[in-house]
């Protein structure tokens, strides 16, 4: 059945010559912005439909084929709960934004200071002395304004992790240091939501998924912030790190399966070692 919306969708779509050789349809991101601003949706609405109906917006033509056309639409149409918008949190953020995730809550009270530019995306020598959480919401409106980001500027604390967790399909732990992983963890059991986590301190680091029910690296490194303090986060070893966790988290979002769940994934950049531990 033709719907307006469909109709919109077909009459601004482009046929040309898809990066695999073959031919197809393709709608711009200006046609995608004005459909969803004359049908009152946010534009990943739009995006979704349009590739159910195999028009595929430019923004996403270099996915395929390692996100699939069904898993793009269920990477849009999922929702995830990401903590933290620091060094790891800037960076998986940017790469869910680019990847097309349609929603993401967000939380963090810190404001950017000058030893953040070493390594979080998120901050620019504009910025210093503001939220995070603003500068979540700039940047998403820079990159992809089809999503919806939704900030909150406050540190979570038990009573409102569930309102945090509520209607999200996984919850990501982008946390600096050990100290309030653990009430993660537990709250996204608690949601029966699956958690990814990860954390590093100069060129080591891991990758961690729990699903709800499993011990978690959390359960096992403590509490104490002081490692990660003492030798720093290079740039490089945060965004390796954020690479990894952001692939299990789209792996879970499309329904495939996490090598990682119920594992950490242990990584030595320093001596190019790689572990995996079963928890």
């Not at 946010?42 to 996403?60: F, M, S």
């Amino acid at each position: 059945m033709t719907t307006p919306l469909i109709e919109a969708i077909r009459n601004q779509a482009v046929h040309i010559v898809l990066p695999k050789g073959d031919e197809g349809e393709t709608i711009s991101l200006d046609a995608i912005a004005t459909i969803a601003r004359e049908h009152a949706i946010p534009g990943y609405i739009v995006e979704a439909e349009a590739l159910r109906n195999d028009v595929y917006p430019t923004r996403y033509l270099r996915n395929m084929d390692g996100i699939t056309k069904n898993d793009q639409i269920r990477l849009l149409e999922s929702s995830i709960a990401q903590v933290g918008l620091g060094g790891l949190g800037g960076s998986l953020l940017e790469i869910f934004i680019r990847t097309g995730i349609g929603r993401i809550r967000t939380a963090d009270d810190d404001d950017f200071e000058e030893t953040n530019l070493n390594r979080q995306a998120l901050s620019t020598l504009g910025n210093i002395d503001c939220p995070k959480s603003e500068a979540a919401l700039e940047r998403g409106s820079l990159v992809n304004s089809s999503m919806k980001i939704e900030a909150w500027n406050q540190y979570l604390k038990q009573p409102n992790f569930q309102d945090f967790l509520t209607g999200c399909d996984v919850v990501v732990d982008a946390l600096g240091g050990l100290e309030t992983r653990l009430a993660v963890q537990q709250a996204a059991a608690k949601a029966n939501i699956p958690l990814v986590t990860g954390a590093l301190a100069g060129w080591t680091g891991y990758v961690g998924v729990v699903m709800p029910g499993q011990s978690g690296p959390a359960d096992i490194m403590g509490h104490d912030n002081a490692v990660e303090e003492i030798l720093g986060c290079p740039a490089a070893a945060v965004t390796f790190i954020a690479s990894v966790m952001a692939t299990e988290t789209i792996k879970i979002l499309t329904g495939n399966h996490s090598t990682l769940a119920g594992n950490m994934f242990v990584i030595d950049l320093k001596s190019l070692t790689f572990d995996t531990v079963s928890i």
